[in-house]
């Protein structure tokens, strides 16, 4: 049986394989580029418009990162209030409470 510890160094470098088989989610093109991009770089930019995935892909990267590089703060803005609290806080615990048990037990909800 494949501890939880090996399946998360195993995920640290890849957050694409991190999103499809623990979160279970499809990520379209752009976002799998991003995911890529984010595993190599320090700083990334995305420029798009509405509704095309965002705060999904932020609340991937934050879990992604959380779960993985234990222990760490993970700094998390938004330009509003609301944004931040009932758009990507909302985003965020929808997908934590999705993932398998495990995962889910690292994190407090």
């Not at 991003?34 to 995305?46: R, S, V």
Request: net charge neutral; glycine share 4%; proline share 4%.
């Amino acid at each position: 049986m494949v501890k939880i510890e090996d399946t998360i160094l195993r995920l640290r470098s890849d957050p694409v394989l991190f999103v499809e088989t623990v979160i279970g989610a499809k990520p379209q093109a752009w976002q799998r580029d991003a995911l890529q991009a984010i595993a190599t770089n320090d700083k990334l930019a995305i420029k798009s418009g509405h509704g095309v995935g965002k705060t999904a892909f932020e609340a991937w990267v934050s879990l992604w990162w959380l779960l993985t590089h234990y222990p760490c703060k993970i700094a998390v803005t938004a330009n509003t209030a609301h944004q931040l609290n009932d758009v990507l806080w909302t985003e965020i615990d929808k997908w934590a409470r999705q993932l398998p048990k495990g995962f889910r037990d690292l994190l407090e909800f």
